[in-house]
């Protein structure tokens, strides 16, 4: 219950396509959901974050759309830049937990394609 | 990476052998992570900090330990080191989570290979 499935494993995507990465997760007390990237050789650094309250959030070409009712969420990174060819992870957690841990998806590993 | 330092970097030793990776931060944030990374598997915590002095398990927290003494310091110990812990590291900072703030900076990793 305490695990975020992240997919998929790898993806190619063109220049200027839209790149999507879902995550589904089962623990429905979970109310912080963000992603982080990694470039090659780097620690991963946060991205974008939602919170259940919204459906959606977008911050420049990347945004995060959120399904409360199918336990689901997902990045689009639009116009998709050889720049972003890094590993995304999503993630969820409890704010209010006091043993707040951050429950990690395995990652994406995304390339884009000049 | 700023403001969280890892050391060493990279290191080789051999199965048995004790080994102590350093976290340094200078952003006198409470929380401290210690995290492997392997293919496959995403990132798993191993331990974490939230005081000096406090510590907890995390997932794969056997075959390790930690200590943390200050507030800026966050050791991470392998008590006899296997082939299975051959991975890259990650410490990770977070300032009090349940205040909403929870995004977790990490530093630059260590890279540990077990021959």
């Known amino acids: 219950q305490q695990q975020v499935k992240q997919s998929p494993q790898s993806l190619i995507v063109q220049k200027g396509g839209i790149s999507i990465i879902n995550c589904a997760y089962e623990?429905?007390?979970?109310?912080?959901f963000p992603w982080y990237q990694q470039f090659p050789g780097k620690g991963p650094a946060l991205l974008i974050a939602?919170?259940?309250d919204v459906s959606e959030k977008k911050e420049g070409r990347f945004t995060i759309s959120f399904n409360k009712s199918a336990k689901q969420f997902s990045l689009h990174i639009m116009d998709s830049q050889p720049g972003d060819s890094a590993t995304y992870f999503c993630a969820a957690s409890m704010i209010g937990d006091s043993n707040y841990q951050l429950i990690w998806g395995a990652g994406t590993k995304l390339i884009i394609k000049p | 990476d700023a403001g969280i330092t890892q050391s060493p970097r990279h290191k080789v030793t051999e199965t048995g052998t004790p080994v102590t990776l350093r976290c340094h931060q200078t952003?006198?944030?409470?929380?401290m992570y210690w995290y492997r990374q392997d293919p496959g598997h995403g990132l798993r915590l191993i331990h974490y900090s939230y005081g000096v002095k406090d510590t907890d398990k995390g997932e794969v927290s056997d075959g390790y330990s930690v200590s943390r003494s200050k507030t800026e310091d966050f050791l991470l110990t392998l008590e006899s080191a296997t082939s299975s812990q051959t991975s890259v590291y990650f410490c990770?900072?977070?300032?009090?989570?349940?205040?909403?703030?929870?995004?977790?900076?990490f530093g630059p990793g260590t890279r540990l290979t077990v021959l």
């Open positions: 939602i919170r259940p």
């Open positions: 990770a900072i977070s300032e009090v989570p349940q205040r909403g703030t929870d995004t977790q900076y």
């Open positions: 623990n429905t007390a979970f109310d912080y």
């Open positions: 952003e006198n944030h409470r929380y």
